[in-house]
């Protein structure tokens, strides 16, 4: 019994998070998207990451480049980041669209300036909606082009990646599964049973005194 009752008890405990891709990426141009795929249970859970720029990717300025995230084709995240090239918005960061509440911290404490020595966000996510099974992230860059701004640069220029993509965080439903409910009732059986005996025994002695 009591080795169902402590199944239970794991079975119920949160999901810790789990790395989905360690990276780091190799470099991309801003031209480039990833992907990943992964299997996990339907409901919500944490996501978080590293960005990683090389050389001068930019922010909001007339070279900005712009990050965007979605899951299963849905956009969870539009917006540019200081990481090498420089913000003329005395921001580390300008978003754009932001629908789950994701947070952000830039690690490597970039100013408003041009470095050319890259640099990296950290982005966390407290729950994004899973589905049951098959689930796919989409990691892309764009540099804005048209009426002023600069448009594509490539490698020679600037470059991102990501790394450390982690998911998890959503609590199993306190269900215990079959295992756990068969040695619940072995165990309240077991008891039942010796409950009986005790009794039978406590009658067959009185019998005897009579």
């Known amino acids: 019994m009591l080795a169902g009752l402590a199944t239970t008890t794991f079975l119920t405990s949160p999901?810790?998070?789990?790395?989905?891709?360690?990276?780091?990426?190799?470099?991309?141009?801003?031209?480039?998207?990833?992907?990943?795929?992964?299997?996990?249970?339907?409901?919500?859970?944490?996501?978080?990451?590293?960005?990683?720029?090389?050389?001068?990717?930019?922010?909001?300025?007339?070279?900005?480049?712009?990050?965007?995230?979605?899951?299963?084709?849905?956009?969870?995240?539009?917006?540019?980041?200081?990481?090498?090239?420089?913000?003329?918005?005395?921001?580390?960061?300008?978003?754009?669209?932001?629908?789950?509440?994701?947070?952000?911290?830039?690690?490597?404490?970039?100013?408003t300036g041009i470095g050319w020595n890259g640099g990296k966000e950290l982005i966390n996510f407290v729950g994004l909606p899973l589905k049951g099974g098959l689930n796919t992230l989409t990691f892309a860059y764009t540099s804005l082009s048209g009426p002023g701004y600069a448009g594509f640069q490539g490698l020679g220029d600037e470059g991102w990646g990501i790394e450390k993509v982690s998911v998890g965080?959503?609590?199993?439903?306190?269900?215990?599964?079959?295992?756990?409910?068969?040695?619940?009732l072995i165990g309240l059986g077991g008891f039942g049973f010796l409950a009986h005996r005790w009794q039978r025994k406590e009658s067959c002695v009185g019998n005897r005194l009579v």
Request: proline share 6%; no cysteine; net charge negative.
């Open 15 to 111: 999901v810790s998070a789990s790395m989905i891709y360690a990276g780091p990426s190799p470099a991309m141009a801003t031209d480039q998207s990833l992907s990943l795929n992964f299997s996990y249970g339907s409901g919500t859970a944490a996501l978080s990451f590293i960005i990683d720029g090389y050389k001068s990717l930019d922010g909001k300025n007339a070279y900005e480049d712009d990050f965007s995230l979605k899951l299963n084709n849905q956009q969870v995240f539009l917006g540019t980041f200081n990481l090498g090239g420089g913000s003329n918005s005395g921001s580390q960061a300008n978003v754009y669209s932001n629908p789950f509440g994701a947070s952000f911290s830039n690690l490597t404490n970039n100013g």
């Open 169 to 184: 965080g959503s609590p199993v439903a306190a269900t215990p599964l079959p295992p756990a409910w068969t040695m619940l």
